[in-house]
C-alpha cells in the first residue's frame, strides 16, 4: 500500500511525524513517501501543488495530509497561495465525499461548550457531498435589473448519479460504524432536495441492514445541539454539510481532535486533521498531533480496509487519554500536559 504523505506547512510537519510513527508500528506492508505541499511546495518548487507531488497523490493509495498557510504566504498571488494547493489537489483527485466524524472521548467532554452528559460518548460522522450544490450549480453572478437595481443567483443543482454516490459512500460508512444512517435535506421547500430524498430512499432498499431516516436540516441544526447521541451517520449535500459539520466539530470543543477525509468514486483519499498550521504555534512542539493519529487511522478504515489496525490506533488514543496525558489545546487542571512528541511517544507505546 502506497501512502503519499504530505506535511505542509507550520505544525505540519511536527503532527505528521508523529502519525507516520504510529503507521510504522503497525508493522504493515505500507510504503509512505513525503513530498512538500502548501508553502513548502511553494518554497521547494514555485508552486503550491508541484507536480511532482501532485504525481506522488495520483499514484498513492491514500494521502496523510498536514496542515498548509502561514502569513509569509499571505502576500503572493492569489494562484501560489498554499490553499490553493489543497484546493487543486482536492480537484484533481476527483475527492467528492467529506467524512466528518465529531467523537467525545468522555475524558474530554468538558471541553464542549455543551453540558459534558449530553455530549459525553457523541460518536457521529457527517458525510457531506464537496463537488456539487449551489456553490458549483449555474447559472450564478450578480446582474443588473433594468430598473437599475441589482440581482444576485446562485443555483441549487443535483444530478441522481450525484447523489446516489454520496448516499453509497454514507450507506457504506455506516455499515462500518452502528448502521444507522440519517439524509438531511429541506424537501418541503425545495425540489432539488425533494429530488435527493426520494434517490435516498430508494438506495437504502439495497442496504436494508442500515436504518434509513430523514430529517429537515433546521430541524438537524437543532438536534444537533438538543441531543446530538441520536446521530450515526449524517449525509447531506454541500451547502448543509458545510454548516452542520462546523457546527458538529464544535460539539467536541477540541479542533486538535478532530480528523477529516476525502473520498474519491474508488474509496481512494485525503486524509487530514481539520485544523490549520497554527502559525502561533509552530516548531514549538506543543501541537496535539491526535487529530492527525486519528486521521491515520481513518485512512486505514475507509481506504485500506484495515477496520482492526483503525481500532487499534483509535484505542490508542483513548488509553493514552484514560491516562491524563493532555497537550496544551486540551489541558484541564490535574492532568499531565505533555508536548508534541510526548504524546506521539505515548500512542506509540499504547499500542
Ligand atoms: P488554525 O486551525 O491553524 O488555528 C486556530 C487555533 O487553533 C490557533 O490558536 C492554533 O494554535 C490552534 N490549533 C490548531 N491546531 C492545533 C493543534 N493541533 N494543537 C493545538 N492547537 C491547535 O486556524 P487559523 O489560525 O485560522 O489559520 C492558520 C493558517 O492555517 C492560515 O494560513 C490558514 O489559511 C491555514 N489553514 C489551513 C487549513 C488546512 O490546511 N486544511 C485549515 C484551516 C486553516
Given amino acids: 500500500m502506497n501512502i503519499a504523505v504530505l506535511p505542509g506547512d507550520g505544525i505540519g510537519k511536527e503532527i505528521i511525524a508523529q502519525a507516520v510513527r504510529v503507521l510504522r508500528r503497525l508493522e504493515l506492508p505500507l510504503e509512505l513517501e513525503e513530498a512538500p505541499v502548501g508553502g513548502a511546495g511553494y518554497e521547494a518548487a514555485g508552486d503550491p501543488l508541484p507536480e511532482a507531488t501532485l504525481v506522488l497523490a495520483r499514484k498513492a493509495d491514500a494521502i496523510l495530509f498536514g496542515a498548509i498557510g502561514g502569513p509569509q504566504y499571505d502576500a503572493l498571488p492569489r494562484d501560489k497561495r498554499p490553499e490553493r494547493g489543497l484546493l487543486r489537489l482536492r480537484k484533481e483527485l476527483g475527492l467528492f465525499a467529506n467524512l466528518r466524524p465529531a467523537r467525545v472521548y468522555p475524558e474530554l467532554a468538558q471541553a464542549s461548550s455543551l453540558k459534558p452528559e449530553l455530549v459525553a460518548g457523541l460518536d457521529l460522522l457527517i458525510v457531506r457531498e464537496l463537488t456539487g450544490d449551489i456553490y458549483f450549480g449555474e447559472p450564478r453572478g450578480i446582474a443588473t435589473l433594468a430598473n437599475g437595481e441589482r440581482e444576485g443567483v446562485n443555483t441549487m443543482r443535483y444530478r ?40 435516498v430512499g430508494a438506495l437504502g432498499k439495497d442496504y436494508a441492514d442500515v436504518e434509513l431516516s ?138
Avoid at 168 to 181: D, H, N, T
Fill in 160 to 199: 441522481e448519479s450525484e447523489i446516489l454516490r454520496i448516499a453509497r459512500v454514507a450507506f457504506e460508512a455506516a455499515r462500518k460504524r452502528g448502521r444507522k444512517l440519517c439524509s438531511v435535506d429541506k424537501a418541503n421547500v425545495l425540489e432539488t432536495t425533494e429530488l435527493w430524498r426520494q434517490v
Fill in 214 to 351: 430523514h430529517m429537515y436540516v433546521d430541524n438537524c441544526a437543532m438536534q444537533l445541539v438538543r441531543n446530538p447521541k441520536q446521530f450515526d451517520v449524517i449525509v447531506t449535500g454541500n451547502l448543509f454539510g458545510d454548516i452542520l459539520s462546523d457546527e458538529a466539530s464544535m460539539l467536541t470543543g477540541s479542533i486538535g481532535m478532530l480528523p477529516s477525509a476525502s473520498l474519491d468514486e474508488r474509496g481512494k483519499g485525503l486524509y487530514e486533521p481539520i485544523h490549520g498550521a497554527a502559525p502561533d504555534i509552530a516548531g514549538k512542539g506543543v501541537a496535539n498531533p491526535l487529530a492527525t493519529i486519528i486521521s491515520a487511522a481513518m485512512m486505514l478504515r475507509y481506504s485500506l480496509q484495515r477496520a482492526t489496525e483503525a481500532d487499534r490506533v483509535e484505542a490508542a488514543v483513548h488509553k493514552v487519554l484514560q491516562a491524563g496525558l493532555r497537550t496544551g489545546d486540551i489541558y484541564t487542571a490535574g492532568m499531565r500536559k505533555v508536548g508534541t512528541q510526548e504524546m506521539g511517544d505515548a500512542v506509540v507505546a499504547a499500542l
